[in-house]
């Protein structure tokens, strides 16, 4: 036996097990490579991968150390006798190697392989294999089969509500924070609106960085059911809430090994959806050159994909394509996308118009979810609750319930990126904006990003500036300087060409 000691070590969701290389308890030297251990003394085993350490001031011999994720799961005081096993390969690694091969999966695979990743039976790599085999293709009933495993057991319900509405971008475009206008203007309709959102995933800010600006995002399942049933919306962070959690350490993977395979997103956020109780969804799909779906053919062949497994499970679906040639808004980053925001919903005349254009369209669409209103009456209905200042009502109802945050500041070292020549702006760089506003720091500091002075159409003049940078820090600061030397992100045909 051993005694159970913890080590205040993060490792983004990987559990980790230490012992000395003197271990009284087991022989260090026939280890050859990274050894996957069970532990046992808790209610249920828990799965670590072995360490070892040499220094006994971090970990005596008669003892065994698990880091911050693994000894939460343990459940167990420190001081407390456990042992450790070798832990064998789970057995759905045999299908993940079916995969490999080319072979279609069945729905107990895929359900297997989601319960073994949420007891933690596989590794980070382990996962990355899983989404590097299933990358290559998933057919329909694989990605509707991938979708029910990951729901899970736990799944909110909302009593009586007939309709619970949520919208979800399938991203790629700066700025495009739609999806708060779209929940204050839904909640002042009446329909209730548990708006799910993630953090930055590979944008410079997510949905949740965004409205974190306005209010607290990191609510739990009773408290989000509260603000929604008191209010009729609420913006909150999917990560804080414990729906859907294998699907959450699988994200955390994709976002390590930069794969965001379109039937994998497709899994991902109906799962989120379903296992919110979301009966009624819109989900936008941007198209563009330098956006995550780049033609309107692949735009639709994700809408059929998307469709069917709705019908499958029962969510009805409403998938819109839409222009994502370009930024949406003015501001890339959490503060100054906050700012667009709260610009559009006081119905302030610099307000940027593109945002607000797509989000009463949008917000329209989920409003004639209500057999109330006929075709065509959404946008009308939408508008109308905006220009009236119940939208900002309702949002600001739903920032009190939720709890107010600190506002934090904007990025003080900046610097204007200018035209080199007079002309029209031809095409903005959504991809080479993005990073740029990644390299200012815009996914850690909220105050980090990019303002964007200058859209698609825009003429401009030499010297004239296209956007600004903020950072917070100095290093993030000449991160992007540097890059932007190379390509700002804008292409502008001079002026008297054809």
């Given at each position: 036996?051993?005694?159970?000691?913890?080590?205040?070590?993060?490792?983004?969701n990987?559990?980790?097990?230490y012992?000395?290389?003197?271990?009284?308890a087991?022989k260090?030297?026939?280890?050859?490579?990274?050894?996957?251990?069970e532990?046992?003394?808790?209610?249920?085993p828990?799965y670590?991968?072995?360490?070892?350490v040499?220094d006994?001031?971090?970990?005596k011999?008669?003892?065994?150390?698990?880091?911050?994720?693994?000894?939460?799961?343990?459940n167990?005081p420190?001081g407390a006798?456990?042992?450790?096993?070798?832990?064998?390969?789970?057995?759905s690694?045999n299908?993940?190697r079916?995969?490999?091969a080319?072979?279609?999966?069945s729905?107990?695979?895929?359900?297997?392989?989601?319960?073994?990743?949420?007891?933690?039976?596989?590794?980070n790599m382990?996962i990355?294999?899983?989404?590097?085999?299933?990358?290559?293709f998933?057919?329909?009933?694989?990605?509707?089969?991938?979708t029910?495993?990951?729901?899970?057991?736990?799944?909110?319900?909302?009593?009586k509500?007939?309709?619970?509405?949520?919208h979800?971008c399938?991203?790629?475009?700066?700025?495009?924070k739609t999806?708060?206008?779209?929940?204050?203007?839904?909640a002042?309709?009446?329909?209730?609106?548990p708006?799910?959102?993630?953090?930055?995933v590979t944008?410079?800010?997510?949905?949740?960085?965004?409205?974190?600006?306005?209010?607290n995002?990191?609510?739990?399942?009773k408290?989000?059911r509260?603000?929604?049933?008191?209010?009729?919306g609420?913006?909150?962070?999917?990560?804080?809430?414990?729906?859907?959690?294998?699907n959450?350490?699988i994200?955390?993977?994709?976002r390590?090994?930069?794969i965001?395979?379109?039937?994998?997103?497709?899994?991902?956020?109906?799962?989120i959806?379903?296992?919110?109780?979301?009966?009624?969804?819109v989900?936008?799909?941007?198209?563009?050159?330098?956006?995550?779906?780049?033609?309107?053919?692949?735009?639709?062949?994700?809408?059929?994909?998307?469709e069917y497994?709705?019908?499958?499970?029962?969510?009805?679906?409403?998938?819109?394509?839409?222009?994502?040639?370009?930024?949406?808004g003015?501001?890339?980053?959490?503060v100054?996308e906050?700012?667009?925001?709260?610009?559009?919903?006081?119905?302030?005349?610099?307000?940027?118009?593109d945002?607000?254009?797509?989000?009463?369209?949008?917000?329209g669409?989920?409003l004639?979810?209500?057999?109330?209103?006929?075709?065509?009456?959404?946008?009308?209905?939408?508008?109308?609750?905006?220009?009236?200042?119940?939208?900002?009502?309702a949002?600001n109802?739903?920032?009190y319930?939720?709890?107010?945050?600190?506002?934090?500041q904007?990025g003080?070292?900046t610097?204007?990126?200018?035209?080199?020549?007079?002309g029209?702006?031809?095409?903005?760089?959504?991809?080479?904006?993005?990073?740029?506003?990644?390299?200012a720091?815009?996914?850690?500091?909220?105050?980090?990003?990019?303002?964007?002075?200058?859209k698609?159409?825009?003429?401009?003049?030499?010297?004239?500036a296209?956007y600004?940078?903020?950072?917070?820090?100095?290093?993030?600061?000449?991160?992007?300087n540097?890059?932007?030397?190379?390509y700002s992100g804008y292409?502008?045909?001079?002026?008297?060409?054809?």
């Amino acid at each position: 036996m051993l005694s159970l000691k913890k080590l205040a070590v993060s490792s983004f969701n990987e559990n980790l097990a230490y012992i000395h290389k003197d271990c009284v308890a087991y022989k260090v030297d026939d280890l050859k490579s990274l050894t996957k251990v069970e532990i046992h003394g808790g209610v249920k085993p828990v799965y670590a991968f072995l360490q070892v350490v040499e220094d006994s001031r971090l970990v005596k011999p008669d003892e065994l150390a698990l880091n911050s994720e693994a000894f939460k799961q343990i459940n167990l005081p420190e001081g407390a006798n456990i042992s450790l096993t070798l832990s064998p390969q789970p057995p759905s690694m045999n299908s993940i190697r079916r995969k490999i091969a080319g072979n279609i999966l069945s729905s107990g695979e895929y359900s297997a392989i989601v319960n073994d990743i949420l007891s933690r039976r596989y590794s980070n790599m382990d996962i990355a294999s899983f989404l590097v085999a299933s990358g290559s293709f998933m057919t329909a009933s694989e990605v509707l089969s991938l979708t029910e495993a990951l729901i899970g057991d736990k799944v909110l319900h909302w009593d009586k509500e007939n309709i619970v509405v949520d919208h979800h971008c399938l991203g790629g475009i700066p700025g495009n924070k739609t999806d708060i206008i779209i929940t204050a203007i839904v909640a002042a309709y009446g329909l209730p609106m548990p708006k799910t959102a993630s953090r930055s995933v590979t944008s410079c800010a997510g949905v949740a960085d965004t409205f974190a600006v306005l209010a607290n995002v990191d609510l739990d399942e009773k408290q989000l059911r509260k603000v929604v049933m008191e209010n009729r919306g609420a913006i909150v962070s999917h990560n804080y809430l414990e729906l859907a959690e294998a699907n959450r350490l699988i994200s955390a993977v994709e976002r390590q090994i930069g794969i965001t395979q379109q039937q994998h997103i497709t899994s991902s956020v109906l799962a989120i959806k379903l296992a919110a109780g979301v009966t009624h969804l819109v989900i936008d799909i941007p198209v563009g050159p330098n956006s995550r779906i780049k033609s309107t053919n692949e735009a639709m062949r994700l809408r059929k994909l998307i469709e069917y497994v709705g019908d499958m499970l029962s969510i009805e679906i409403d998938a819109v394509i839409t222009d994502g040639s370009e930024p949406i808004g003015n501001g890339v980053g959490a503060v100054l996308e906050a700012r667009d925001i709260m610009k559009i919903l006081r119905n302030k005349e610099d307000a940027p118009q593109d945002l607000r254009e797509k989000s009463l369209f949008l917000a329209g669409r989920i409003l004639e979810f209500d057999p109330k209103l006929r075709g065509g009456q959404g946008y009308h209905v939408a508008k109308e609750i905006l220009t009236s200042g119940r939208a900002l009502e309702a949002m600001n109802k739903i920032i009190y319930a939720q709890g107010k945050a600190p506002q934090p500041q904007l990025g003080s070292l900046t610097r204007d990126i200018v035209s080199n020549v007079s002309g029209v702006v031809e095409s903005i760089d959504n991809a080479r904006i993005n990073k740029i506003g990644i390299l200012a720091g815009a996914a850690q500091y909220p105050g980090a990003g990019i303002d964007l002075f200058k859209k698609v159409g825009d003429t401009v003049e030499q010297g004239e500036a296209l956007y600004r940078i903020h950072a917070v820090n100095s290093t993030d600061f000449a991160f992007a300087n540097s890059v932007v030397e190379g390509y700002s992100g804008y292409e502008i045909s001079k002026r008297g060409e054809i």
